[in-house]
Nanobody, 126 residues
């Protein structure tokens, strides 16, 4: 059974940075496609970024391109989301998701993933 646990959320001023972590267990991240999603109050869950199972393909939502970076540390079995130049509209609960995959395909829909974390709150003040 795959489990993913997010950490690193918090309160930050606009223009600041945060790094979210998603620690996986039950499988190595090298066999998991992983994605970061977020959900703001009153809005639907949306994709933020994703990385393929082999770690060579990436996806970024237009709203975060150039500001957020997804990366993976196989030794720590962890995927990160580095968030720079944060804006108030980035405020949301951020979720990590995973599916078992050894391909280069990147999933950008919530239905592409089978395992979800509990979420971590990110609040950006203006």
């Amino acid at each position: 059974q795959v489990q993913v646990v997010e950490s690193g959320g918090g309160l930050v001023q606009a223009g600041g940075s945060l790094r979210l972590s998603c620690a996986a267990s039950g499988r190595t991240v090298g066999s998991l496609a992983m994605g970061w999603f977020r959900q703001a109050p009153g809005k639907e869950r949306e994709i933020v970024s994703a990385i393929s199972g082999v770690g060579t393909s990436f996806y970024y939502a237009d709203s975060v391109k150039g500001r957020f970076t997804i990366s993976r540390d196989d030794a720590k079995n962890t995927v990160y989301l580095q968030m720079n130049s944060l804006k108030p509209e980035d405020t949301a609960v951020y979720y990590c998701a995973a599916r078992i995959s050894w391909s280069t395909v990147v999933g950008s829909a919530a239905t592409d993933y089978d395992y979800w974390g509990q979420g971590t709150q990110v609040t950006v003040s203006s």
